[in-house]
């Protein structure tokens, strides 16, 4: 037996030990997010209607609205933070190399529940503000202002399934693999390319492209037909403000429920692992697969290892209340 075999039962402890710290470390995070933040953002939306009431102002949640969701968007832009915090520039590419799929996989998964996680945030403002404009329109809430209240509904109500839709929308930023897809579907059925081009498959990226536009579209459009309410900016700023901290609250509770679940699932799996490694160390049985195997395991169960920060970057360094989703993990990639 040479020393690298000899050498396995110290190694399958110090993997022992390393998941029992991981598994007490991730048992401490969710002590941390035990409560979340409805209560706050239920209270903030009650105190904004509460406002807009006394003020009567009801009809400035249309714009803001819309201006909210172009903040959002070119802050995203702008604010797309580097997947690796705190490495060397070395090891980060070394590690990239060799697990480039698993990491662009949960790069993925994370921007996505980011981008759910604030859209649903911005549902409910859309949801409050489609009500408005009913009652704007059958004047239940009196209107000082005259507007066409047509395209800011339908506007408001297209974004309410947005959060639903999240992953197609974002595989509208793979074009080449898009490309791929199609070219497939009409190779399958060359024989009858009527059939191929009105399949949903073929037809969804064009959907959920034209789908997109009108997202862009629609907002631009609904803030020209409310120009003449615009001019009073201070009504629309105070508005804007609340639905900024509204959103950031519910944004705030929903990845903090996201969080639970998964770290949930992660000491689950620290169990499983251990388990493993106990029944090996009583077996006394000690193989370099399977201890590779453990390890991988482990590290696949560590969703937060390499840091996914949020695609918002105000979300992360603004908010009265910390976001939950991105708790910053202090568990280090083993560079092996």
Not at 101 to 112: A, C, G, M, N, Y
């Amino acid at each position: 037996m040479d020393s690298k075999e000899n050498d396995l039962p110290t190694k399958y402890k110090l993997l022992q030990d390393v998941i029992n710290q991981s598994s007490l470390h991730t048992k401490r995070k969710l002590g941390v997010i035990s409560g979340n933040s409805y209560i706050g953002g239920c209270f903030l939306l009650v105190l904004a209607l509460g406002i807009s009431y006394f003020l009567n102002i009801f009809e400035y949640w249309i714009p803001a609205g819309f201006f909210l969701f172009f903040f959002l968007f070119f802050t995203a832009l702008r604010s797309i933070r580097k997947p690796f915090i705190g490495k060397d520039a070395t090891d980060i590419m070394r590690y990239y190399k060799e697990k480039h799929t698993d990491i662009s996989v949960q790069i993925e998964s994370s921007l996505q529940k980011n981008l759910a996680i604030i859209i649903q945030s911005l549902s409910i403002i859309y949801l409050i503000s489609f009500f408005i404009i009913i009652s704007i329109e059958y004047n239940w809430i009196v209107n000082v202002n005259t507007i066409e209240t047509l395209l800011p509904a339908i506007t408001c109500l297209l974004f309410i399934p947005v959060p639903f839709f999240i992953k197609e929308l974002y595989q509208l930023t793979k074009p080449y693999e898009i490309k791929i897809s199609l070219k497939k579907i009409i190779e399958k059925n060359k024989n009858d390319l009527l059939k191929s081009v009105f399949s949903w498959g073929f037809l969804k990226p064009f959907f959920f492209g034209f789908y997109f536009g009108l997202l862009i579209l629609f907002p631009l459009v609904s803030i020209w037909i409310t120009r003449v309410i615009i001019i009073q900016w201070s009504y629309v700023l105070l508005i804007f403000i609340l639905q900024c901290f509204m959103v950031l609250l519910f944004a705030n509770s929903f990845s903090a429920n996201t969080v639970r679940k998964e770290l949930t699932t992660t000491i689950t799996n620290y169990a499983d692992i251990n388990y493993l490694i106990s029944m090996a160390q009583i077996q006394k049985h000690y193989t370099t697969k399977e201890y590779q195997r453990l390890q991988t395991l482990y590290q696949s169960s560590k969703p937060y290892d390499f840091i996914i920060q949020d695609t918002f970057k105000f979300i992360n360094y603004y908010m009265l209340v910390p976001n939950r989703f991105l708790i910053k993990y202090n568990n280090q990639i083993k560079f092996h």
